[in-house]
């Protein structure tokens, strides 16, 4: 769910970034705890506005708008979908009261992307403004990530955040639409920092389609003009209206981390709980030795702690050299030798360097012999090779 929006600033200009508090969007939130978990009327034939008691032609506050009697308010799910048509719709500081099952129910406006439909209609600019925003919003898995959104609607603009650093994807159709049609492509950083359950997650369902060609929104999309080019895109086929969704990290996730030549995961070495214990890759069984939570620190610059021992990844002595060794150390406070930065190499990989200034990365020193199930990894001036390259994703 959307979270902590401050005020929103509306008529800014497509060439300078809005306050981070226009463009943040939280997937948790203490009305649901999974975020918008199922994709609910959503996958309805008939499209969300008339089958769930809502409809387009009449003001979100009246019960004409949306029936207490039936639909979306009769259930805790509908509620849930309703709250986030509601968020994306209507700005902060409006809220609608509404009789449903069960009891009165209360619903926050926060982005404001379609506020003439509070007390009016909903035309096809407005329906496909708010569809694009609930599609950003689900996430089948429970697993919450913060979002930073990027579109052509004044209440949001176009702007970006050294906080939310991966283009994930776009979202464009029109849900309210019969038949619903909800749509989505990847972003230049769809493989990077996944989280399951995010984009295209429900595209099994036959619901959300990535029309691409090559599944990028590069090679379908139009990209928003001039200095905003890199911040989304302003046309995708035939929709106008497109929210194109940055992600970072989630601190809460746990992640492994995987060589690409060797296929192993990053380890360590004996009870995996000591000070100075090496850092080895390993056959990934899926133990906690195994799991990292990555936290950014800096603008580009996170750490990354063992589940199992608490311990920061670090480089032994602190140096700069090609072939040492890297280690688990009690975290210092931010030392370059415990930060560590991505460059995408492409195929969802990574050059993974320490340190604020240096360039090395990590890497095996060599694919594992058969029976030797142990292999040291240290850091190296990095070369593009296989194994100085690493995925990052979620662990099982």
Same mark, same amino acid.
């Given at each position: 769910?959307?979270?902590?929006?401050?005020?929103?600033?509306?008529?800014?200009?497509?060439?300078?970034?809005?306050?981070?508090?226009?463009?943040?969007?939280?997937?948790?939130?203490?009305?649901?705890?999974?975020?918008?978990?199922?994709?609910?009327?959503?996958?309805?034939?008939?499209?969300?506005?008339?089958?769930?008691?809502?409809?387009?032609?009449?003001?979100?506050?009246?019960?004409?708008? +949306?029936?207490?009697?039936?639909?979306?308010?009769?259930?805790?799910?509908?509620?849930?979908?309703?709250?986030?048509?509601?968020?994306?719709?209507?700005?902060?500081?409006?809220?609608?009261?509404?009789?449903?099952?069960?009891?009165?129910?209360?619903?926050?406006?926060?982005?404001?992307?379609?506020?003439?439909?509070?007390?009016?209609?909903?035309?096809?600019?407005?329906?496909?403004?708010?569809?694009?925003?609930?599609?950003?919003?689900?996430?089948?898995?429970?697993?919450?990530?913060?979002?930073?959104?990027?579109?052509?609607?004044?209440?949001?603009?176009?702007?970006?955040?050294?906080?939310?650093?991966?283009?994930?994807?776009?979202?464009?159709?029109?849900?309210?639409?019969?038949?619903?049609?909800?749509?989505?492509?990847?972003?230049?950083?769809?493989?990077?920092?996944?989280?399951?359950?995010?984009?295209?997650?429900?595209?099994?369902?036959?619901?959300?389609?990535?029309?691409?060609?090559?599944?990028?929104?590069?090679?379908?999309?139009?990209?928003?003009?001039?200095?905003?080019?890199?911040?989304?895109?302003?046309?995708?086929?035939?929709?106008?209206?497109?929210?194109?969704?940055?992600?970072?990290?989630?601190?809460?996730?746990?992640?492994?981390?995987?060589?690409?030549?060797?296929?192993?995961?990053?380890?360590?070495?004996?009870?995996?709980?000591?000070?100075?214990?090496?850092?080895?890759?390993?056959?990934?069984?899926?133990?906690?030795?195994?799991?990292?939570?990555?936290?950014?620190?800096?603008?580009?610059?996170?750490?990354?702690?063992?589940?199992?021992?608490?311990?920061?990844?670090?480089?032994?002595?602190?140096?700069?050299?090609?072939?040492?060794?890297?280690?688990?150390?009690?975290?210092?406070?931010?030392?370059?030798?415990?930060?560590?930065?991505?460059?995408?190499?492409?195929?969802?990989?990574?050059?993974?360097?320490?340190?604020?200034?240096?360039?090395?990365?990590?890497?095996?020193?060599?694919?594992?012999?058969?029976?030797?199930?142990?292999?040291?990894?240290?850091?190296?001036?990095?070369?593009?090779?296989?194994? +100085?390259?690493?995925?990052?994703?979620?662990?099982?």
């Amino acid at each position: 769910m959307l979270a902590g929006l401050a005020t929103l600033v509306p008529g800014c200009t497509e060439s300078a970034p809005l306050p981070s508090s226009v463009h943040e969007s939280e997937a948790a939130s203490a009305a649901s705890e999974n975020g918008l978990s199922s994709i609910n009327g959503l996958s309805s034939i008939n499209g969300l506005s008339s089958v769930n008691g809502l409809s387009s032609i009449n003001g979100l506050g009246s019960l004409s708008g +949306m029936s207490s009697n039936n639909g979306l308010l009769s259930n805790a799910s509908g509620r849930n979908t309703f709250s986030y048509i509601v968020r994306c719709a209507l700005p902060a500081g409006r809220r609608l009261v509404k009789l449903g099952s069960g009891g009165v129910y209360t619903f926050d406006g926060e982005l404001g992307l379609a506020p003439e439909w509070e007390g009016g209609t909903c035309a096809k600019d407005c329906q496909e403004q708010v569809s694009a925003c609930v599609m950003a919003h689900v996430n089948t898995s429970g697993v919450h990530i913060p979002l930073w959104l990027d579109g052509d609607s004044p209440a949001l603009g176009w702007g970006q955040s050294t906080d939310y650093p991966y283009q994930e994807g776009s979202f464009f159709g029109n849900i309210f639409a019969s038949p619903p049609a909800a749509f989505y492509c990847n972003g230049k950083d769809f493989d990077q920092g996944q989280v399951p359950g995010r984009l295209g997650a429900a595209a099994a369902s036959g619901v959300f389609k990535n029309p691409s060609s090559t599944g990028y929104c590069r090679d379908y999309c139009l990209a928003a003009d001039g200095a905003a080019a890199g911040d989304g895109f302003k046309q995708c086929g035939s929709y106008s209206h497109v929210i194109t969704v940055w992600r970072n990290f989630n601190p809460s996730v746990d992640y492994k981390v995987c060589n690409r030549g060797s296929g192993k995961c990053l380890d360590v070495t004996g009870s995996g709980l000591a000070d100075g214990a090496q850092l080895i890759q390993q056959v990934t069984p899926g133990t906690d030795s195994q799991k990292w939570r990555i936290t950014q620190i800096a603008p580009k610059k996170y750490r990354f702690l063992n589940l199992h021992s608490g311990k920061a990844l670090n480089v032994v002595g602190a140096a700069k050299g090609s072939g040492v060794y890297l280690m688990q150390l009690a975290y210092q406070g931010g030392q370059p030798n415990e930060l560590w930065s991505f460059t995408p190499t492409g195929d969802g990989f990574y050059k993974f360097s320490p340190g604020s200034d240096s360039s090395a990365s990590i890497v095996g020193a060599a694919p594992d012999a058969v029976g030797i199930p142990l292999t040291a990894v240290r850091q190296w001036v990095y070369d593009g090779t296989a194994l +100085m390259q690493w995925s990052i994703a979620p662990a099982n």
